[in-house]
């Protein structure tokens, strides 16, 4: 049995592991080497995307996965008829000041 101190040593070498190599593509490009500062960034982006578990996917790969009863069919086609709203940002508040007796 793994327990919870021993997932987060793992978890803090893992990191630091990541951050020497960081450290690394800085010293490269900081020495002039950028191509060789790039490449080892770029490896190190690919071994976070592993380490998280992420997975670069087009739009039209994606498959989406309804279990039984949780959709009907009619919503479903009319999900895919309609594009995603886009969203707006929120327009900034600029705060009221309160008008003093001069």
Same mark, same amino acid.
């Given at each position: 049995?793994?327990? $919870? ?5 793992? %978890?803090?070498?893992? $990191? ?24 080892? %960034? #770029? ?16 739009e039209e790969e994606v498959d989406i996965v309804v ?14 008829? #309609?594009?995603?709203?886009?969203? #707006?940002?929120a327009p900034k508040k600029t705060p009221n000041k309160p008008k003093g007796k001069?």
């Open positions: 049995m793994v327990t $919870l101190g021993e997932l987060f040593d793992e %978890l803090d070498f893992e $990191l630091e592991d990541m951050l020497d190599v960081l450290s690394q593509a800085i010293d490269l490009i900081e020495d002039g080497k950028v191509k060789e500062g790039v490449e080892v %960034l #770029k490896a190190l982006e690919e071994d976070m995307f592993d380490f998280l578990d992420y997975v670069d996917v087009d279990e039984e009863g949780e959709c009907d069919d009619d919503e479903e086609d009319e999900e895919e008829e #309609k594009p995603a709203p886009k969203k #707006k940002p001069k």
